[in-house]
């Protein structure tokens, strides 16, 4: 099956330092890959839309120039956190989608393991 | 996007079939229904999805109603490492998945 990885699995940092996620397709190409949000005891939240060679799209509320991201190729999106605070600590959670697998509308996503941070 | 509503809960015994149901009353025509599963501090998992017809794979069975507002995710026998939150999601037009509070699936030994 479509193998998606990031890393780092875990990090802690100061607050008001930048942290990068990088999620990464190993066995596919994806021109398209999402970032998400968990914290404790909720569901996930999409974040944004990472499209390859283009801006991402962002969801209503999230800060774009809080959580920048990157996709430059196709298969790496990175996600950074800048300026990160306390209540940015949660578990991050990139999935990627494998345009040849699955026709329209079927949008089988491939998780990665997620990340999290801890921001003191 | 279509709305769901899922058991916040259910429980099963080891080696037992599950049924999972999920209420989508709001889908469109043409978005397929995926479940997702996700284990504790793990990404979320692909387990099966379908547009009409019923679907089965090596993890479970998709039972679609005729009519599209529901359907059941069924485990043919449960296993502790089936414990998990398992999510509905309605196929999104922009190619996004809205997650939900999806089922919490307990195993009992």
Redesign the interface.
């Known amino acids: 099956g479509a193998v998606v990885s990031q890393h780092p699995s875990w990090v802690i940092c100061k607050s008001g330092t930048s942290v990068k996620i990088e999620c990464r397709s190993l066995d596919f190409q994806a021109t398209t890959m999402f970032w998400y949000r968990q914290f404790p005891k909720q569901s996930l939240m999409l974040m944004a839309t990472s499209n390859e060679g283009s801006k991402a799209t962002y969801e209503q509320g999230v800060e774009k120039d809080k959580f920048l991201i990157n996709h430059a190729s196709l298969t790496l999106s990175t996600l950074t956190v800048t300026s990160a605070h306390p209540e940015d600590s949660s578990f991050y959670i990139c999935s990627a989608r494998d345009p040849f697998r699955g026709g329209p509308n079927q949008e089988t996503q491939y998780f990665g393991p997620g990340t999290r941070l801890l921001v003191l | 996007d279509a709305k769901t509503t899922q058991p916040n809960s259910m429980e099963s015994n080891e080696e037992e079939p599950v049924h999972l149901p999920c209420n989508h009353s709001t889908i469109s025509g043409?978005?397929?229904i995926?479940w997702?599963r996700?284990l504790p501090?793990?990404?979320?998992?692909?387990v099966i999805?379908g547009l009409t017809s019923n679907v089965n794979n090596r993890m479970a069975s998709l039972a679609i109603a005729e009519d599209r507002k529901s359907s059941t995710l069924i485990l043919h026998r449960a296993t502790l490492r089936d414990a998990a939150v398992y999510?509905c999601i309605p196929?999104?037009?922009?190619?996004?998945?809205?997650?939900?509070?999806?089922t919490k699936l307990s195993v009992k030994p």
Not at chain 2, 41 to 46: F, H, K, L, R, T
Not at chain 2, 91 to 102: A, C, E, H
């Open positions: 043409t978005d397929y995926h997702y996700q501090s793990q990404g979320p998992e692909y999805h999510y196929g999104g037009s922009q190619g996004n998945l809205i997650f939900g509070k999806g």
